[in-house]
Nanobody, 127 residues
Framework: QVQLVESGGGLVQTGATLRLSCTGS????????MGWFRQAPGKEREFVAA????????TYVDSVKGRFTISRVNAKNTLYLQMNSLKPEDTAVYYC????????????????????WGQGTQVTVTS
């Protein structure tokens, strides 16, 4: 069982930068792939970025490519999402998620592939 806790959200203006963190405990953090998803009011949860257990194959939704960077430090059991050049359309609750399958060489954009979820952190970008 993996427990995930996100932090780093906030209220910022267009063009600002935020870094989200997700700290894992209680499981095999350094052997499982992880991802970030977001959900805006009235919309379905959306894939944002994913990374393999080893930090490889970073994958992004088109709308954040070139602005967001996913990374992880397994020694700290921490996943990050660096968000630059934020836009109002990035406003959402951001969730980190972890797979249960160990040593998966591929990332997944499907929320159903992730078994563990954090509680979410709010990101609000004003124009």
């Amino acid at each position: 069982q993996v427990q995930l806790v996100e932090s780093g959200g906030g209220l910022v203006q267009t063009g600002a930068t935020l870094r989200l963190s997700c700290t894992g405990s209680g499981g095999t953090f350094n052997r499982i792939g992880m991802g970030w998803f977001r959900q805006a009011p009235g919309k379905e949860r959306e894939f944002v970025a994913a990374i393999t257990w080893s930090g490889g194959r970073p994958t992004y939704v088109d709308s954040v490519k070139g602005r967001f960077t996913i990374s992880r430090v397994n020694a700290k059991n921490t996943l990050y999402l660096q968000m630059n050049s934020l836009k109002p359309e990035d406003t959402a609750v951001y969730y980190c998620a972890a797979e249960s399958r160990e040593f998966n060489p591929r990332t997944s954009t499907d929320a159903g592939a992730y078994q563990y979820w954090g509680q979410g952190t709010q990101v609000t970008v004003t124009s």
